[in-house]
């Protein structure tokens, strides 16, 4: 399995990035797939999820409103829309994803046992 982010970057407050995450080497449907992040010191955080080829999406309280997750069936691409970025957004977003067509627990990092290697995103006031 492997899952290659891009779209990170640098932005200034208010902002959007639209980062992807294209998977290869598994069967892109019946997975979920999520977004987490990491800023310096921090723990990995749940951003959002989806169910590939199926569409229930989920969220972290904190994203909704902001941030959308949709996916490219036919590119097995998945997308996390981020707008009205705050420079709290600042962190390193992964890509994840664990077979099986559920995403209960989605925003448990340690549920989930192939990554991307992450991209950037840096919010600037």
């Known amino acids: 399995v492997q899952l290659v982010e891009s779209g990170g970057g640098s932005v200034q407050a208010g902002g959007s990035l639209r980062p992807s995450c294209e998977a290869s080497?598994?069967?892109?449907?019946?997975?979920?797939m999520a977004w987490f992040r990491q800023a310096p010191g921090q723990e990995r955080e749940g951003v959002a999820a989806i169910v590939s080829g199926g569409g229930s999406t989920f969220y972290a309280d904190t994203m909704k409103g902001r941030f959308t997750i949709s996916q490219d069936n036919a590119k097995n691409t998945i997308y996390l829309q981020m707008n009205s970025l705050h420079t709290e957004d600042t962190a390193m977003y992964y890509c994840?994803?664990?077979?099986?067509?559920?995403?209960?627990?989605?925003?448990?990092?340690?549920?989930?046992?192939?990554w991307g290697q992450g991209t950037q995103v840096s919010v600037s006031s």
């Open positions: 080497g598994i069967s892109y449907s019946g997975n979920c």
């Open positions: 994840a994803v664990r077979r099986g067509g559920y995403c209960e627990f989605w925003d448990s990092p340690h549920l989930f046992g192939n």
